[in-house]
């Protein structure tokens, strides 16, 4: 026994010196850690368990047979972050390129599977070259195992795909269908054709980075939602996004002590929103000023810049935050903030974190590129999320809403829980000034001096349709508050909210706007 659990011990070394030095030279000399170095960041000291380290291939032909190293170029298992239970697997590039083949994709399902049924998130760390060519079909059909476990997990566990390498063809629709997809600069890639293909077929050229880097996926594409510089800052910033998160949708997110007094006023807030409501400002300020501590995970923080939507905590407690950015294109909202918000209502939805609106929104963005681009069916998508989340929802107007906008970004009307408003809101169709060309345009036109008659009918129509109190007067805003007090009124009514419970129509399911 004792000389069968040395050789076990001497097989174990191997397996986790990996194949050889030359191979992690080759890893390190692209900016790279290893597998291991990298599960080793992700999760807490000493608690990874892998799962079929031993595993190897039974392919043949094409050299395979000779080539049986162990783990098939993935690493599989669970451990924790911070104390909670996480699964991961990663792929190992030193392993034929990190590529998908029967043996490796039968670890990947096998981990999925089990992260779904211990109710746990789950990490990829994607560092491979698609699928395993000498394997064929059989690996492709990998990859179908694997989205569609993708699929199944949407919305009863969190999951994080982490770039760390190239990620090309079908394979990059796993990372598309997860929660959230990190990238690290230079060394990571997405596309669907390579830029050869591209060159074949369109005669563009461009560089990989420049068809699927990180910059391009977190602010043209929106495919990206954090983009860092190195592994090392990628990996924590994946565990403190998981510690925002529940590990499944049975659970409320965790909650954390908290230092920052729940009634503490925020005074700053009437220096920071200027009155005129053609001033801009920075949203996120306000948010710092609000949230605990004033920190707060921003997603997506460079696509869809006119929304921000932002993890954060409210006396210890989860929320999501969706806010209109009056910094970039007034705060309206186009194609890409309606996307981007409706996605993160969901998440926030499906994995029991409220959700907090700041409205200063004067409407949709006009132009033809916005209506043939379909920015009614894109706008309806945020209708949607709104309506169908049964988490509490809380609204707060601190300037402008107008129009079908007012309405899409969670009013009353589509069911928003509470709704608050500063004392400088103007919740109307539209601006006093389209207002008034509209209904007076006969009496401008008459009157022997229209400027000063347009004028005086743009402050009548203000002073009767537009003051702050007219939609709390109709009981269309619950309460019109300081916005000093803004965090104490927060806390308190999340606080009341926490055992809410909705029920859904019978249905299979919904048929949202595409």
């Known amino acids: 026994m004792k000389s069968q659990v040395a050789e076990l011990a001497q097989l174990r070394e191997r397996v986790l010196a990996g194949p050889g030095e030359k191979a992690t030279a080759a890893q390190r000399a ?7 170095e990298r599960i080793g960041l992700l999760l807490d000291e000493g608690s990874f368990h892998e799962v079929e380290p031993l595993r190897r291939h039974r392919a043949t032909g094409f050299g395979l047979e000779a080539r049986k190293p162990y783990t ?16 991961v697997y990663a792929h190992d590039f030193r392993i034929f390129g990190g590529a998908l083949g029967e043996a ?6 096998k981990i999925m599977d089990m992260a779904l049924a211990a109710g746990a998130p789950l990490v990829s760390l994607n560092d491979g070259a698609g699928a395993r060519i000498q394997e064929g079909v059989t690996a492709l059909a990998g990859y179908g195992g694997i989205f569609r476990r993708n699929t199944a997990a949407s919305g009863v566990i969190p999951q994080i795909s982490v770039m760390l390498g190239p990620c090309a063809g079908g394979a990059a629709y796993s990372p598309a269908l997860t929660d959230f997809v990190f990238m690290v600069r230079e060394t990571s890639q997405m596309f669907i054709t390579g830029p050869d293909v591209v060159k074949a077929v369109t005669g563009e050229e461009i560089t990989q980075n420049g068809l699927g880097g990180a910059d391009v996926h977190a602010e043209t594409s929106g495919v990206c939602h954090f983009a860092y510089d190195d592994e090392e800052t990628c990996l924590e910033e994946v565990r403190y996004l998981l510690s925002l998160l529940p590990r499944n949708n049975r659970e409320t997110p965790p909650a954390v002590p908290c230092d ?9 807030l009437a220096e920071l929103v200027p009155v005129d409501g053609n001033r801009p400002y920075d949203m996120a300020r306000v948010i710092e000023e609000i949230v605990d501590d004033g920190e707060y995970l921003e997603v997506h923080q460079r696509w869809a810049r006119n929304i921000i939507c932002a993890l954060a905590r409210l006396d210890g407690q989860v929320v999501g935050i969706v806010a209109n950015q009056p910094q970039t294109l007034a705060g309206v909202l186009d194609i890409e903030a309606s996307e981007k918000a409706a996605r993160f209502v969901q998440l ?13 929104v004067p409407g949709f963005l006009p132009g033809v590129g916005q209506e043939h681009g379909g920015i009614i069916r894109h706008g309806a998508k945020l209708l949607y999320a709104y309506c169908d989340a049964t988490v509490p929802r809380i609204s707060l107007i601190l300037r402008k809403a107008y129009g079908g906008a ?20 103007e919740i109307a169709v539209m601006g006093a000034e389209g207002a008034a060309n509209v209904i007076f345009r006969r009496q401008i036109a008459e009157a022997d001096d229209p400027e000063a008659r347009r004028a005086e009918l743009v402050k009548e129509y203000k002073a009767e349709l537009m003051h702050p109190y007219y939609a709390a007067e109709r009981g269309l805003v619950d309460d019109v508050i300081d916005p000093a007090d803004t965090r104490a009124v927060l806390i308190g009514a999340l606080a009341m909210l926490r055992t809410k419970h909705a029920e859904r129509p019978a249905r299979k399911h919904g048929n949202p706007p595409q």
């Not at 098939?72 to 996480?86: A, C, M, P």
């Open 30 to 36: 692209k900016g790279k850690l290893t597998v291991r």
């Open 348 to 360: 926030c939805d499906a994995f029991s974190i409220p959700i907090v609106t700041l409205l200063d």
């Open 260 to 268: 920052d007094p729940p009634d503490r006023r925020c005074e700053s």
């Open 72 to 87: 098939d170029g993935v690493v599989t298992g669970w451990g924790t972050v911070e104390g909670r239970t996480v699964f």
């Open 104 to 109: 490796h994709a039968a670890k990947i399902h």
């Open 406 to 425: 007012y309405i899409v970004m969670d009013s009353q009307s589509i069911g928003a829980d509470l709704t608050y408003a500063w004392p400088t809101n």
